[in-house]
């Protein structure tokens, strides 16, 4: 077992509460814990009771669903706000419009992976979350924060009076760009290409959503604390009352099947996403799986706040790789949480957009054969916890520069926490804040400053701060659960490898379903070969020291004796897979020979579940045509060998 450690910036004390340590301008790491929906004063996901029962009908089924929703949306609601959830039974439920929930207090549940929203139509989303209106601000109400300096983690602000304003309020804390700052960045003068726009102050006002705790004289307490440097040689700082009437809040949508029907491979097809939600609060997206969408499962913009968002799979669709495809679980609102999520053949799979303001928190998140980075993708996102995230492929923070149409400097104060990936780049701007890397497992490596020459010298690199670069035992071992659970009551960490058997449950449940698409049972088969392999090759890893089914591969193409760290699994899996997407019967041949390869570790339970691979294989070519390979029961064989055999540790999925 591996010796704990702590890190310098946020320690446990003899009492298991955390101390934070201040870098040279006062900031500490925020306390993340509080994000996410709360209801009734906890964070606890409420069970509205059942007041409606639907059965799906033959045909476009929006009508019906959309129906329910509007009528339960004109009834009174409880005392608490709420009005109850629509169940939809088991069944294929074709809509091919949009489903819409704009009011409070209405879940939309399924009965899990058997109730099948499918996408026929060409909507923007499958589902949106929406209220209508917009924040509105108290006229006569402005303060202006009077600090020379507020460090990162503060909750407290002075302003220059206090007056009207009372404990409860909502209030915006706002954070104007000027032209001070963004030459301090280098924003404003991004190395030009066709399509770049230098930022311009008009254009970042920054609006941090809080609400008063307390008042001491001048001195006010904020809800959540400050995550990027308040810092008067930049300009000044505002807070003002405001309200939001109509935003919908105590809403969610839960154990639902989502899928669209795949569209070839063009660029102006525009992104659907499976769920949608805006101009809202305090709702949550819970057991939900995303199948073929070419945009996002779940896409929270900028008016979502305190949503939470847990235990739900993307499986992406096959698209080009242009803006806003295949970005599995975006979020651009403030104050939310995502929690225990699955993305598999993504783009940016937990990623922020332009002017993402938190704190907000990614945890227990999974990618699986990633194409392209997670982490804050363009144009400044303030407050972004990266906690146990695991990825084949990159993490990312850094300044993209002069990349799309200029996405620059990507973040500040975002924190990964116990993260794993090929690789990690995190560099921090030169004003606001710092971005950070503790325990990251990977190779570290320079981003775009560094590899294009932007910055030619190492040492004026603008590196983050890294801790225990590939040094297990950190401890706590997830940040989020102990700033939200304190006193030392989080629970142990999860199984390692749950992410590749709850895939692999939902592509045997989706086989079983559509045993008839030959297509969609061979790309299923190609997938679970390759999460079979990568479990494998990561089992070796954990379970013993020799891996010769991988040197043997390395040895048909690559140095036998490339370390991991330089060829990493990520890029070996990604490498078959897209011989398997050109062509699967290539593909097969592929993973076949992969799979006979004789390796010495004979009783790793690896190599059991490899071969078995190799007898579905088999099996489809020889009998695919009448679906004895389902009737067969070998996925059947398959899960409980990925459950039991050692490779995948079984945990909570």
């Given at each position: 077992m591996s010796k704990s450690w702590q890190s310098c910036r946020v320690r446990k004390n003899a009492n298991d509460a955390l101390e934070y340590f201040p870098d040279n301008y006062g900031n500490i790491i925020p306390d993340f814990g509080d994000v996410g929906c709360h209801y009734d004063g906890n964070r606890t996901i409420p069970l509205f009771p059942v007041v409606m029962v639907l059965t799906a009908l033959a045909g476009d089924n929006t009508l019906l669903i959309q129906d329910a929703i509007d009528e339960l949306s004109l009834r009174d609601p409880n005392a608490d706000g709420t009005r109850g959830a629509i169940l939809l039974t088991r069944g294929t439920y074709s809509i091919a419009g949009e489903i819409q929930i704009t009011a409070n207090g209405i879940v939309l549940r399924g009965e899990g992976c058997g109730t099948r929203l499918v996408a026929t139509g060409s909507p923007k989303s499958l589902i949106a979350i929406c209220g209508s209106g917009s924040r509105e601000q108290y006229s006569g109400s402005y303060k202006n924060v009077v600090d020379e300096f507020v460090p990162i983690g503060s909750l407290v602000v002075c302003l220059d009076n206090t007056t009207g304003l009372i404990e409860g309020d909502q209030v915006l804390l706002t954070v104007q760009a000027t032209d001070s700052w963004l030459t301090a960045i280098g924003m404003n003068q991004i190395p030009a290409r066709m399509g770049t726009k230098q930022w311009t102050p008009e254009n970042y006002r920054l609006d941090f959503e809080r609400s008063v705790v307390a008042i001491r004289g001048n001195a006010v307490e904020l809800n959540y604390p400050i995550v990027m440097e308040i810092d008067q040689r930049?300009?000044?700082?505002?807070?003002?009352?405001?309200?939001?009437?109509?935003?919908?809040?105590?809403?969610?949508?839960?154990?639902?099947?989502?899928?669209?029907?795949?569209?070839?491979?063009?660029?102006?097809?525009?992104?659907?996403?499976?769920?949608?939600?805006?101009?809202?609060?305090?709702?949550?997206?819970?057991?939900?799986?995303?199948?073929?969408?070419?945009?996002?499962?779940?896409?929270?913009?900028?008016?979502?706040?305190?949503?939470?968002?847990?235990?739900?799979?993307?499986?992406?669709?096959?698209?080009?790789?242009?803006?806003?495809?295949?970005?599995?679980?975006?979020?651009?609102?403030?104050?939310?949480?995502?929690?225990?999520?699955?993305?598999?053949?993504?783009?940016?799979?937990?990623?922020?957009?332009?002017?993402?303001?938190?704190?907000?928190?990614?945890?227990?998140?999974?990618?699986?054969?990633?194409?392209?980075?997670?982490?804050?993708?363009?144009?400044?996102?303030?407050?972004?916890?990266?906690?146990?995230?695991?990825?084949?492929?990159?993490?990312?923070?850094?300044?993209?520069?002069?990349?799309?149409?200029?996405?620059?400097?990507?973040?500040?104060?975002?924190?990964?926490?116990?993260?794993?990936?090929?690789?990690?780049?995190?560099?921090?701007?030169?004003?606001?804040?710092?971005?950070?890397?503790?325990?990251?497992?990977?190779?570290?490596?320079?981003?775009?400053?560094?590899?294009?020459?932007?910055?030619?010298?190492?040492?004026?690199?603008?590196?983050?701060?890294?801790?225990?670069?590939?040094?297990?035992?950190?401890?706590?071992?997830?940040?989020?659960?102990?700033?939200?659970?304190?006193?030392g009551n989080q629970p142990a960490p999860p199984g390692k490898k749950n992410a590749y058997a709850v895939v692999s449950r939902i592509m045997i449940n989706l086989a079983t379903t559509a045993a008839s698409d030959m297509d969609l049972i061979n790309t299923i088969a190609v997938y679970l070969v390759a999460i079979a392999c990568k479990a494998y090759i990561e089992g070796g890893q954990v379970f013993g020291p020799g891996n010769s089914l991988l040197n043997a591969y390395l040895a048909g193409g690559h140095p036998a004796d490339a370390p991991m760290d330089d060829y990493g699994m990520g890029e070996i899996i990604t490498e078959v897979w897209h011989e398997s997407y050109t062509n699967h019967h290539a593909g097969w041949k592929a993973w076949q020979q992969l799979c006979s390869q004789e390796i010495n570790d004979s009783d790793n339970g690896g190599l059991t579940l490899i071969r078995l691979i190799g007898v579905i294989f088999d099996s489809l070519e020889i009998s695919a045509q009448n679906a004895q390979i389902i009737n067969s029961g070998i996925y059947t064989d398959l899960l409980a060998r990925v459950m039991n055999d050692g490779v995948i540790d079984q945990g909570q999925s």
């Open positions: 930049f300009g000044g700082v505002t807070l003002v009352k405001c309200t939001f009437n109509n935003r919908v809040n105590f809403s969610g949508i839960e154990s639902l099947q989502l899928e669209a029907v795949t569209e070839p491979l063009l660029a102006n097809i525009s992104p659907c996403v499976a769920i949608s939600i805006d101009k809202a609060e305090y709702c949550w997206i819970t057991s939900i799986t995303a199948l073929n969408f070419s945009g996002s499962a779940v896409k929270a913009d900028h008016l979502a706040k305190n949503i939470t968002v847990r235990d739900a799979v993307c499986i992406n669709a096959e698209t080009t790789s242009d803006t806003g495809r295949r970005y599995s679980f975006q979020n651009n609102g403030q104050l939310n949480l995502f929690m225990n999520l699955v993305a598999l053949r993504g783009r940016h799979d937990y990623v922020t957009g332009a002017k993402t303001l938190g704190p907000n928190v990614f945890f227990n998140c999974t990618s699986i054969l990633a194409n392209s980075d997670i982490g804050p993708h363009e144009r400044w996102s303030a407050g972004t916890l990266y906690d146990n995230v695991t990825t084949d492929y990159k993490i990312n923070v850094q300044n993209r520069g002069n990349w799309g149409t200029g996405q620059g400097w990507t973040g500040v104060t975002q924190v990964l926490w116990n993260c794993k990936g090929l690789s990690a780049s995190v560099e921090s701007p030169p004003v606001s804040g710092k971005n950070y890397a503790i325990g990251f497992f990977g190779q570290r490596s320079f981003g775009r400053n560094f590899q294009e020459k932007l910055i030619g010298d190492y040492n004026a690199l603008p590196h983050g701060e890294w801790e225990g670069l590939n040094v297990p035992g950190l401890d706590p071992w997830s940040l989020y659960l102990a700033q939200s659970v304190p006193g």
